[in-house]
């Protein structure tokens, strides 16, 4: 019942970001959609940077500049098969950071960063099927409310660094 309500809890964001800016595009702005998934890549990229995982963080940067694009390209209310396997990529970058299955401190901003990829892929692509998020032996990513620009993603990522002095690295400035 609770996994239920999460889901639905998740749609209903997404469903009202849609509304919000109905009126300019039948959904988000793409270049708002590009925004955030440069944002929560860039952010990732410090976590595997700190860890000391400059090839990781490259390749985060790398694969979300390939996501962003493949937004930009794509024309809405057409097949998004592209959007969608660059942002399953980033994903799959995004579950290396916690490839030994322990996150540690950083689980709730990789939480984060895994969830707003879904999210987004659930706005270009409903019916699409994100890749599989990792964080963790039993952790599940569920985020109930999801960013809907860069703006809310640093405030929510932000809200997550300042509140643990190991994170504060990590904050996005």
């Given at each position: 019942?609770?996994?239920r309500?999460?889901?639905?809890?998740?749609?209903?964001?997404?469903?009202?970001?849609?509304?919000?800016?109905?009126?300019?595009t039948?959904?988000?702005?793409?270049?708002?959609?590009?925004?955030?998934?440069?944002?929560?890549?860039?952010?990732?990229?410090?976590?595997?940077?700190?860890?000391?995982?400059?090839?990781?963080?490259?390749?985060?940067?790398?694969?979300?500049?390939?996501?962003?694009?493949?937004?930009?390209?794509?024309?809405?209310?057409?097949?998004?098969?592209?959007?969608?396997?660059?942002?399953?990529?980033?994903?799959?970058?995004?579950?290396?950071?916690c490839?030994?299955?322990?996150?540690?401190?950083?689980?709730?901003?990789?939480?984060?960063?895994?969830?707003?990829?879904?999210?987004?892929?659930?706005?270009?692509?409903?019916?699409?099927?994100?890749?599989?998020?990792?964080?963790?032996?039993?952790?599940?990513?569920?985020?109930?409310?999801?960013?809907?620009?860069?703006?809310?993603?640093?405030?929510?990522?932000?809200?997550?660094?300042?509140?643990?002095?190991?994170?504060?690295?990590?904050?996005?400035?």
């Open positions: 019942m609770k996994t309500q999460n889901i639905l809890a998740g749609w209903a964001a997404i469903a009202l970001l849609c509304l919000a800016t109905l009126p300019t039948a959904c988000a702005p793409q270049s708002t959609i590009a925004a955030l998934t440069s944002t929560l890549g860039n952010a990732a990229a410090s976590i595997a940077v700190i860890e000391g995982n400059t090839t990781l963080a490259a390749q985060l940067q790398t694969d979300t500049a390939a996501a962003v694009t493949a937004i930009q390209n794509w024309k809405s209310g057409t097949p998004a098969q592209n959007v969608v396997a660059a942002l399953n990529i980033v994903i799959q970058d995004i579950n290396l950071i490839a030994n299955g322990i996150c540690g401190s950083y689980e709730p901003l990789i939480v984060l960063a895994l969830g707003t990829v879904q999210s987004i892929i659930a706005i270009v692509d409903p019916g699409a099927t994100p890749a599989e998020a990792k964080v963790g032996p039993n952790a599940r990513v569920h985020l109930a409310y999801y960013p809907v620009n860069a703006k809310d993603f640093k405030t929510q990522w932000n809200n997550i660094a300042n509140s643990n002095s190991q994170l504060a690295a990590v904050a996005i400035k």
